[in-house]
């Protein structure tokens, strides 16, 4: 993925909204840029989407980015609207920490809040941003929020360096413009503004290649899309290429994980969405596709390939060496991952109409299988904290999507190793929550 | 009207004003002109029935004590309609399939023959979403960038059929959505639908220079999460729409932002009340402020509802508006439901598994409300509401406790014509026979887009720009039978309790 090359789960400058009409299902998800649906209201259409499963014409929980930390060789995360959820095992099992736990520590089956993005950081915490930002530390068992000049503040985005696990770039937002920040912790604290403007940054990212380079989008008050380059960790900004005039959002997707000079970016416009690339530092830019409506997702796979996915079920591809994108079809791509050094791409797709929630090719994005669907998670994280605070979630959620009540039960570890504790497996525990399910069952 | 109807709704008037809110009821239903003159719906109210799709009826539309005066169609619309003096502003879906991108500005000085004299282009116009208002009183038209930090304001005094930019900017951690100016037309409000920041405050004091005043996001345990809003007059109250789910999350949410009206450093909000209800109908919309016989309401929208599962708890499927006296407002209540036949629990079984919950094409959104305005905000008596697919229904609000639906009008189906600009047509999909429209903006009355007389103006998203003439001379009791209720209430006792609902709706 871009955050966490080589490849990226979702275009930067998506900004997903919370809003009823992103949650129905794929069909109306083609209108967004990045809808971000809430499970406060996936909820409430279960009943809805089981009685027309076929058509899923309710709102059903969806994907928002898939994540590969490079500190666990077996472990996936994937990002959803419902919470985070965890496989120890290649994708072979899943379970998850519930989006109100993670947003504000609730014990709520509905949340108040959103995780508009994931990220990870090069030793395998987790940052989610939603009203605060919060870092995992124990593979989403608990979040508390960060610290310093994030607090409080509005967090537009927010990147993990690849390489150094205690440097955190993060994007704030305040009424005179607004600054990058850095955290030297992995995200735990984070210090003054390295950088502030009067305009808008609309993304930051470092280099993998190239320790201390950093890149930056932003944007004049009244337009005028530019590039920034740092060379010391974002400590001093040299202005580079001009991106692009009014009205154009520009953000990166990826720096090239071989290449600190060259540079992926997203120029949204209106009704067309383009990928632009530099590869002299940021000096020259060269538009490089432009399609109607919106991407969805991109990759930098570890072969040099570049992909880009729109909801429609565009897959765009320009195999390594190439010039130019070719179109094919391809799932309706939420977002698309790569575990770095490895061939297999990953892609999330639409439950019912691709048949997975997460899917991968290994043969360069020509077919798709499925790796899981949302109605295989197998439950809650078995660490204590979330199988306390996401029962009523999890047991809001089996409804949602139709899995057995009795499929929560936490079973034995898989290689790879157990995240968490493993208080949800004591006997009692199981019982009290069969018996909960079934009492739930029974009154729903 | 004669004596004898007079006489019984007025006894009714007097009876019943708890059952409105005491008891799951819908509204009742327009009494149609008879003949020709109008095409009423056969089934429940707001439902487009299996026949009707079959028949081919409802790609003619569904009228009742309307008309049709004038219609520009274009390409479809958005989600959002704003009207001043001559011109209605509606957007579009941002669809690079259209031929024409951005917001439609119409000419409507001819009714009967509307036409486009520009579209609006900036990144905010292309794609406003729910936030293009107009304040009539410094004549400026506005908008925020779905999604986006862009933000537009326009000046419309001089020649409304071409608004003149004043300023396109973009404004730090601003997302566009929804959004609605001050009174005063010196703040513009923008509410992101975010969990941060949940609303961006911007001084337009100088529209040329927006200046970004706030952003603010809702402190736990608040849902942060705000849709649209409005303010008081004094501009020191902000009435906001909390949208949450099924649960207590869900409502308005009454702020005290006299901080920023004043322009005071470091701004802060407080809350100052705050309703929730948990009868099925969610996914909080619009916060409309009027008065009605001299006090104080909100016409509160909600657009969702539970479907199935709400009908399986007794609760609504769809949502619904509500008037909500906010003469406390540390303690807003609910005094009345504008709840359509189609959103009554009592009709579930004909509602949550027929043609309306399926595919075909309502979807979520079902027949649930989305925005309503009324013919004055300082004495409003009659009160337009979009509802999605029951089209723009029409109550008489004269006795708050007891709204009456007093006529609709649904726009035709368009299967599969089309019509790149609506959001509709972009959702259901190219090849999908769209079996009605969606209405959802919010429609104009001529007080409201600063004319003395005139017709109710709206956009749905496959029929585009309509105005339609509202008959009120036809069905509905008048004002005037609730003056004798007092004096036939006792005699009416008996016959209350033994009249059927269908019979008291002919009322």
């Given amino acids: ?444 | 009207m004669t004596w004898n109807k007079a006489l019984i709704c007025s006894g009714l008037i007097a009876l019943v004003p708890w059952a409105s809110v005491h008891a799951a009821a819908s509204v009742p239903k327009a009494t149609c002109r008879s003949g020709r003159a109008d095409r009423p719906e056969s089934g429940l109210q707001g439902m487009t029935t299996q026949a009707e799709q079959d028949s081919g009826a409802n790609k003619q539309g569904f009228t009742c004590n309307t008309d049709l005066v004038g219609q520009f169609q274009g390409e479809g619309g958005s989600w959002q309609f704003t009207a001043w003096k001559t011109c209605g502003y509606f957007d579009t879906s941002n669809n690079a399939a259209q031929q024409h991108l951005g917001t439609l500005v119409v000419d409507a000085s001819d009714p009967s023959h509307p036409v486009v004299t520009e579209y609006l282009t900036t990144a905010s116009m292309l794609d406003p979403w729910e936030s293009l208002k107009v304040h009539g009183g410094r004549q400026l038209l506005a908008g925020g960038q779905r999604g986006g930090p862009g933000f537009s304001i326009y000046d419309i005094s001089r020649d409304c059929r071409h608004p003149v930019l004043l300023a396109d900017v973009n404004l730090p951690g601003s997302f566009g959505h929804t959004g609605e100016f001050a009174p005063d037309g010196k703040t513009y409000y923008i509410t992101p639908l975010r969990s941060s920041p949940s609303l961006v405050a911007v001084d337009v004091s100088d529209p040329s220079n927006p200046r970004e005043l706030l952003l603010w996001t809702a402190p736990s345990p608040l849902n942060p999460i705000f849709h649209d809003l409005e303010i008081s007059d004094d501009g020191n109250t902000g009435y906001f729409t909390q949208f949450g789910g099924a649960t207590a999350q869900n409502g308005l949410l009454i702020l005290d932002t006299s901080d920023i009206q004043a322009r005071r450093s470091n701004p802060q909000i407080r809350v100052i009340g705050q309703l929730s209800w948990d009868d099925g109908s969610i996914g909080a919309q619009q916060p409309l402020r009027v008065k009605i016989a001299g006090k104080p309401y909100i016409i509160f929208t909600d657009e969702g509802g539970l479907h199935a599962s709400g009908c399986a708890a007794g609760k609504s499927p769809n949502g619904f508006a509500r008037i909500i006296d906010i003469s406390d407002p540390a303690n807003p209540r609910v005094v009345s439901k504008l709840m359509l036949e189609m959103n009554d629990p009592a009709n579930c079984s004909q509602t949550a598994s027929g043609p309306a919950d399926t595919a075909t094409g309502v979807s979520v959104f079902g027949y649930s409300s989305h925005y309503c305005n009324v013919d004055d905000r300082n004495n409003a008596t009659t009160a337009a509401c979009s509802y999605f697919s029951a089209g723009l229904r029409i109550f008489d609000i004269h006795d708050v406790n007891n709204p009456k639906e007093i006529g609709y009008y649904k726009p035709p189906a368009r299967g599969t014509d089309v019509l790149p600009g609506s959001q509709y047509y972009r959702f259901a999909g190219a090849n999908f026979n769209r079996p009605m429209d969606w209405t959802t903006s919010r429609p104009s009355f001529p007080k409201d887009r600063g004319m003395s007389s005139g017709d109710i103006w709206f956009s749905s998203q496959d029929n585009g720009f309509q105005i339609v003439k509202l008959h009120t001379n036809s069905g509905g009791c008048s004002a005037t039978g609730g003056s004798l209720a007092p004096f036939f209430a006792l005699a009416l006792i008996p016959m209350l309790f033994h009249r059927r609902r269908g019979r008291v709706r002919r009322c």
């Avoid at chain 1, 077996?74 to 959820?85: A, K, P, Y």
């Avoid at chain 1, 310093?148 to 503040?153: E, F, L, Q």
């Avoid at chain 1, 639409?350 to 899981?372: A, E, V």
């Avoid at chain 1, 034995?412 to 069969?434: D, F, Q, R």
């Fill in chain 1, 1 to 444: 993925m871009a955050r966490e090359v080589p490849g990226t789960s979702r275009p930067r400058g998506t900004e997903r909204e919370v809003k009823l009409r992103d949650v129905i299902p794929s069909r109306w998800q083609r209108l967004h840029s990045g809808p971000r649906p809430s499970i406060s209201w996936l909820a409430p259409f279960a009943v809805a989407l089981a009685v027309s499963a076929a058509h899923a014409n309710g709102a059903f929980p969806d994907e928002l980015s898939v994540h590969f930390p490079a500190s666990a060789p077996h472990r996936i995360l994937l990002g959803s609207n419902f919470g985070l959820l965890v496989s120890e095992d290649d994708g072979a099992s899943w379970r998850y920490a519930c989006e109100p736990y993670v947003t504000s520590g609730s014990t709520s089956s509905l949340s108040p809040a959103n995780v508009s993005f994931y990220q990870i950081t090069a030793d395998g915490a987790i940052l989610e941003d939603s009203v605060d930002l919060r870092r995992s530390a124990d593979v989403a068992c608990t979040w508390p929020a960060s610290s310093g000049s994030v607090a409080g503040s509005v967090v537009s985005d927010v990147f993990a360096d690849p390489t150094d696990p205690g440097f955190v770039l993060a994007i704030l937002a305040a009424i005179n413009g607004s600054s990058i920040v850095a955290s030297r912790d992995g995200g735990t604290t984070f210090g003054a503004p390295l950088y502030t403007t009067s305009d808008l940054v609309t993304s930051v990212e470092s280099a993998r290649s190239a320790r201390g380079v950093v890149y930056a989008t932003k944007v004049g008050i009244r337009g005028g899309a530019t590039l920034l380059r740092s060379a010391d960790w974002g400590t001093t900004w040299n202005t580079m290429a001009t991106l692009a005039g009014a009205g154009t959002q520009p953000s990166i997707l990826a720096i090239d994980p071989a290449d600190a000079n060259t540079v992926y970016l997203r120029l949204l416009a209106g009704a067309n969405d383009s990928i632009a690339i530099t590869t002299d530092g940021g000096q020259t830019v060269q538009v490089a596709l432009t399609v109607s409506g919106a991407f969805t997702s991109f990759l930098r796979a570890t072969d040099g390939a570049l992909y880009a996915g729109q909801l429609e079920g565009n897959l765009y591809v320009r195999p390594a060496g190439a010039t130019s994108f070719a179109r094919r079809s391809g799932p309706r791509l939420r977002c698309l991952g790569q575990r770095l050094g490895t061939s297999r791409i990953f892609a999330c797709g639409d439950m019912f109409q691709d048949g997975f929630s997460l899917g991968y090719s290994d043969d360069g994005g020509q077919t798709f299988l499925p790796m899981m669907s949302f109605s295989q998670i197998l439950g809650l994280l078995t660490c204590a904290p979330v199988q306390s605070a996401c029962a009523a979630h999890w047991e809001r959620i089996q409804g949602v999507l139709g899995i057995a009540p009795d499929a929560g039960q936490p079973r034995p570890a898989a290689p790879g190793g157990s995240h968490c504790a493993t208080v949800g497996g004591e006997p009692s525990v199981l019982l009290v929550l069969l018996a909960l399910c079934h009492h739930f069952r029974r009154k729903s």
